[in-house]
């Protein structure tokens, strides 16, 4: 799950991490009344999309008056804001945070992600502040230093100091550093977090490390233990299908293709992805309706799955080990029955009773069904019926 910038502020300054002052909006005209409650003679006006780069979207101003803040929230709310990270279609800005002006004396990096190959947090700091982390990754990764965490003994002193030494910090900003980075690990570890960046965090003229961005990220499956957090989601920054589709405990995630994907098992799910992407043809989601598909869960992939109008074929690739393959069979047949399909359903089901599966498809004469005898055969034939083949 993510939230907005301003609502991972609010949790910063729970734990006492320094932030701007700063107001969110959702109507121009509260700008003004808004920046005057803030104070100071220079604001930031901040689109509030779930995406990173909105400066070069056009999506953060700077405004030295009143009458510059209003304009400025004026232009942004409402706007289609496109960025690296939103795609052509970008996003739709409902929400404007403005802030207070803070010196800025030099920008920094800092981050916290979970290294999954290694099963343990990381956290990541640059001097290369304001400029995007993969870009520094790739041209400049030794400007990038990395500390891992072991979540035992969590965050320590000497973690701080490898930071700042790596980072070349004086001493007086090391102490002001290793303070941010504690309470920021452990905003980290409280919260169930998956990610958390501040890119720029600036240190100011009083040698003080202030949040100016936020970004964090949570695990879904620890959202129990934070009603909170929950509750800051923002349900229009995200896919619809993929909200409708958690309801059902089914896992979707929308993509670019036109070849549907219903999946039991996430490997399985990513095995057929690229089968799919060998044979020519690109996936227009990620579904793995899990290990007990039933005629209701089938029905419901395919409802989520023909939302994308530009899928033109659908792959169910099932693997019947908890539920027979004769079960599942019969559960495609009734799901068509619900669910009007309208486009070629390539079928591969393999497993118990996987012989009895392909009988019952076969004899069920749905000119839509096509069989296929194992996943190459499945994939080629579906990519095949994507691209319009008979």
């Known amino acids: 799950m993510n939230i907005h910038e301003y609502q991972a502020k609010q949790i910063f300054a729970n734990y006492n991490i320094p932030i701007p002052t700063g107001k969110m909006i959702k109507r121009a005209e509260d700008a003004k009344t808004a920046a005057q409650e803030i104070g100071g003679n220079i604001w930031a006006v901040k689109a509030q999309i779930h995406a990173g780069g909105r400066g070069k979207g056009g999506g953060v101003k700077l405004a030295r008056n009143l009458e510059e803040v209003e304009k400025y929230a004026s232009e942004i709310l409402g706007m289609t804001l496109i960025t690296h990270q939103t795609g052509k279609a970008g996003k739709l800005v409902k929400k404007v945070y403005i802030e207070g002006g803070v010196d800025i004396q030099k920008e920094f990096y800092l981050g916290i992600v979970l290294d999954r190959t290694a099963e343990i947090p990381v956290m990541m700091a640059s001097t290369e502040g304001g400029m995007e982390i993969e870009k520094v990754a790739a041209e400049t990764p030794g400007k990038i230093v990395k500390i891992a965490i072991d979540p035992l003994i969590g965050f320590q002193g000497f973690h701080a100091r490898e930071l700042a030494f790596g980072m070349n910090l ?221």
């Open 170 to 390: 004086p001493k007086i900003q090391t102490r002001s550093f290793s303070k941010f980075a504690k309470a920021l690990y452990e905003v980290y570890s409280k919260n169930d977090a998956s990610l958390i960046e501040i890119n720029p965090l600036i240190l100011n003229e009083e040698d003080q490390f202030v949040a100016l961005d936020a970004k964090m990220n949570f695990d879904d499956n620890a959202l129990f233990r934070h009603q909170s957090i929950e509750a800051m989601r923002d349900l229009n920054e995200e896919e619809p299908t993929e909200t409708e589709a958690k309801k059902y405990g089914l896992s979707y995630v929308k993509l670019d293709g036109n070849v549907g994907c219903m999946v039991n098992g996430a490997g399985l799910a990513m095995s057929t992805m690229d089968i799919i992407k060998y044979e020519g043809g690109e996936p227009a989601n990620f579904l793995d309706v899990g290990g007990a598909a039933s005629a209701e869960t089938v029905a419901k992939g395919f409802e989520i799955i023909l939302e994308d109008k530009n899928v033109k074929a659908i792959f169910v690739n099932i693997f019947g080990g908890i539920v027979r393959c004769d079960r599942i069979a019969k559960g495609i047949l009734e799901a068509t029955k619900k669910t009007e399909v309208g486009v070629p359903l390539v079928v591969r089901l393999d497993g118990t009773n996987a012989e009895e599966a392909a009988i019952i498809l076969d004899n069920a004469d749905i000119e839509i069904i096509i069989t296929a005898s194992d996943l190459a055969d499945g994939a080629k034939k579906v990519v095949s019926a994507a691209k319009g083949a008979k």
